[in-house]
């Protein structure tokens, strides 16, 4: 999955259009991805994921995630410090500068994120980890 957003980003043309950083956005796809598979309809065997990253200006691009969908829809949740699962949506809350999901056709839906993936955005992305540590 990490090899397929890297070229998909080299796909989109996102190489030297400001997509200097695709480290956040490697991880943001996996963790949605790993959701998909783990917690929804998709995981039944010939089940489908599909996966989209658009650019959505230089620096920022959007990852897309499509499920057949499940029971319930995903949210973030509070895990004890030694739980082994369950963290994967506050790590894209982490990563992304929003995140969100879009209900489709035949209780099928998307989770979508907007990534940063400008040299900086690592930089960002730890501030914004130190700063929320301390609070």
């Known amino acids: 999955?990490?090899?397929?957003?890297?070229?998909a980003l080299r796909w989109t043309g996102a190489d030297g259009g400001g997509h200097?950083?695709?480290?956040?956005?490697?991880?943001?796809t996996s963790?949605?991805?790993?959701?998909?598979?783990?917690?929804?309809?998709?995981?039944?065997?010939?089940?489908?994921i599909t996966t989209k990253v658009t650019e959505v200006r230089a620096g920022l691009v959007r990852i897309e995630v499509i499920d057949e969908g499940s029971a319930t829809l995903p949210r973030p949740r509070t895990v004890s410090g030694y739980a082994c699962h369950g963290r994967g949506l506050r790590l894209v809350e982490l990563l992304s500068e929003r995140w969100g999901?879009?209900?489709k056709p035949l209780r099928w839906k998307a989770v979508w994120?907007?990534?940063?993936?400008?040299?900086?955005?690592?930089?960002a992305t730890m501030s914004v980890s130190l700063d929320e540590a301390e609070t």
Do not use: C
């Not at 963790?31 to 489908?48: F, Q, Y």
């Not at 994120?113 to 930089?123: F, G, H, K, P």
């Open 101 to 103: 999901i879009r209900l």
């Open 113 to 123: 994120a907007e990534v940063l993936t400008s040299e900086d955005a690592l930089a």
């Open 1 to 7: 999955m990490v090899s397929a957003t890297a070229s």
């Open 31 to 48: 963790e949605l991805a790993g959701n998909a598979v783990l917690h929804t309809r998709s995981a039944r065997p010939g089940g489908l």
């Open 20 to 28: 200097r950083n695709i480290d956040n956005a490697q991880l943001v």
